[in-house]
């Protein structure tokens, strides 16, 4: 491929991800479809399906396109409870902006129908952000700045809380939730973990 | 309408509810169509409407014929945390089942689709079981057996993970994990909630 062809896809791509968005802000995800996205990006059906052989898949790249570094990056100011605290408040932020809060429910949701999408999600979103963060964690409990869990358990109980308001309960996202879930996982005693485990 | 007329009414909706269980185990939920319940339970398809008026309400009420008191009841032996494990482990065994799991999944995520639903799953599952369990929440934080958080971030702190692990990282739901799960939130030292609230 010359880097003028290159130019023109990564152009091409770029106008139907925006396309695809701007389509999820003005209807619900579930209202939009490939017709519509390729009419919106004036391209044809075919360069849709070319790239992208799902609705579900299309959106997981808006989703990459679109959370970037300043949602999901996991601080080193040395103070752990202040940095998982400016985390979870980078999904909060993101959860909050109304065109992300309807892609991240949209996707999630569709993946729960569809088998390979949900493994694209884990894959592409959930496992590269657990290995960032493993160090970091494992240097804060190994400072006694954590419980000795798991690490997997200390990021679901801090990220999931989030998840669960979002896609089932609906109660209210608010920082001071956001830090309360901190605060208490930060304020794991070690020995209430020993007892039972 | 004549008690007979009442029996036969519920006999028909006992079973289209089990020919919608049953689809829902051979096939996945998405791919279960009205037309294939109507089929199955020998119904016409406005007998299905006139009940329900989508798939995701029919699954619903599946979800609340199913998901019975065995599951979800926050028992109370006056030890709070063996009464969470069993509690959590309830919904741990309700996730084990293939065809419960398969149903939860399924609701839940075409509620993302679907306010309406999602707001029907709130309100016919998430909040009483929220507002059965909060004197025994309370009773126990005032006993100290439990750290003095808000009693609404005490639970989502020990379902969402399961939901979590359920939806997006699918990742093994054990007994251990389920149990570290209510460690860890049993062991939430007050001075670190402190700390930030």
């Given at each position: 491929m010359?880097p003028?062809?290159?130019?023109?896809?990564?152009?091409s791509?770029?106008?139907?991800?925006?396309?695809a968005?701007?389509?999820?802000?003005?209807?619900?995800?579930?209202?939009?479809?490939?017709?519509?996205?390729?009419?919106?990006?004036r391209?044809?059906?075919?360069?849709?399906?070319?790239?992208?052989?799902?609705?579900?898949?299309?959106?997981?790249?808006?989703?990459l396109?679109?959370?970037?570094?300043?949602?999901?990056?996991?601080?080193?100011?040395?103070?752990?409870?202040?940095?998982?605290?400016?985390?979870?408040?980078?999904?909060?932020?993101?959860?909050?902006?109304?065109?992300?809060?309807?892609?991240?429910?949209?996707?999630?949701?569709?993946?729960?129908?569809?088998?390979?999408?949900?493994?694209?999600?884990?894959?592409?979103?959930?496992?590269?952000?657990?290995?960032?963060?493993?160090?970091?964690?494992?240097?804060?409990?190994?400072?006694?700045?954590?419980?000795?869990?798991?690490?997997?358990?200390?990021?679901d109980?801090?990220?999931?809380?989030?998840?669960?308001?979002?896609?089932?309960?609906?109660?209210?996202?608010?920082?001071?939730?956001?830090?309360?879930?901190?605060?208490?996982?930060?304020?794991?005693?070690?020995?209430?973990?020993r007892?039972?485990?």
């Amino acid at each position: 491929m010359t880097p003028t062809s290159t130019g023109r896809t990564a152009r091409s791509r770029e106008t139907i991800l925006r396309a695809a968005l701007d389509l999820c802000a003005e209807q619900s995800y579930g209202s939009v479809t490939m017709e519509a996205i390729a009419a919106r990006a004036r391209v044809g059906k075919p360069t849709l399906y070319r790239w992208w052989p799902s609705k579900g898949v299309l959106y997981l790249d808006v989703v990459l396109a679109e959370v970037s570094e300043r949602f999901l990056v996991l601080p080193d100011t040395g103070d752990i409870a202040a940095d998982l605290r400016t985390w979870i408040r980078g999904f909060l932020d993101l959860f909050a902006e109304p065109r992300l809060r309807a892609l991240c429910v949209g996707v999630v949701g569709t993946a729960q129908h569809d088998p390979e999408l949900k493994a694209m999600v884990r894959k592409a979103i959930h496992d590269p952000i657990r290995a960032r963060n493993q160090s970091r964690i494992a240097a804060a409990q190994a400072a006694g700045q954590l419980p000795a869990m798991e690490p997997d358990v200390i990021e679901d109980m801090l990220i999931s809380p989030l998840w669960y308001r979002l896609l089932i309960s609906e109660a209210p996202l608010t920082p001071e939730y956001a830090d309360a879930v901190v605060a208490a996982v930060v304020g794991v005693s070690d020995p209430g973990v020993r007892e039972t485990s």
